[in-house]
């Protein structure tokens, strides 16, 4: 896949971009460079490898898991303007 010249003005223009046409041109090349990276990634064969969570296999030193602050939501309930069956009411921003 390649961009056009009139694809990234208009990509430009979506995103309310002012950009003259020398720059248009320097990010199409740039744009089409990184599209063509992406075919080749995707061109590369790769049944049979398993999936890495990280590129080292490293193991993760975690620390213990242990409760460091007490239950105060019955505090903030108490305190809020709105709730209701334990959620706090906001108001209506989007209609």
Same mark, same amino acid.
């Given at each position: +896949?390649?961009?056009?010249?009139?694809?990234?003005?208009?990509?430009?223009?979506?995103?309310?971009?002012? +950009?003259?046409?020398? #720059?248009?041109?320097?990010?199409?090349?740039?744009?089409? !460079?990184?599209?063509?990276?992406? #075919?080749?990634?995707?061109?590369?064969?790769?049944? !049979?490898?398993?999936?890495?969570?990280?590129?080292? #296999?490293?193991?993760?030193?975690?620390?213990?898991?242990?409760?460091?602050?007490?239950?105060?939501?019955?505090?903030?309930?108490?305190?809020?303007?709105?709730?209701?069956? !334990?959620?706090?009411?906001?108001?209506?921003?989007? #209609?």
């Amino acid at each position: +896949m390649s961009l056009t010249l009139e694809q990234v003005r208009r990509i430009a223009d979506l995103a309310r971009l002012e +950009m003259p046409d020398a #720059e248009a041109e320097a990010t199409r090349v740039k744009l089409n !460079g990184i599209f063509s990276l992406i #075919e080749q990634m995707q061109a590369v064969d790769t049944s !049979g490898v398993e999936p890495m969570s990280h590129p080292q #296999e490293l193991s993760q030193r975690l620390r213990e898991d242990r409760v460091s602050e007490s239950d105060r939501r019955d505090d903030y309930q108490r305190i809020a303007p709105q709730t209701e069956s !334990g959620l706090y009411l906001v108001p209506k921003v989007i #209609e």
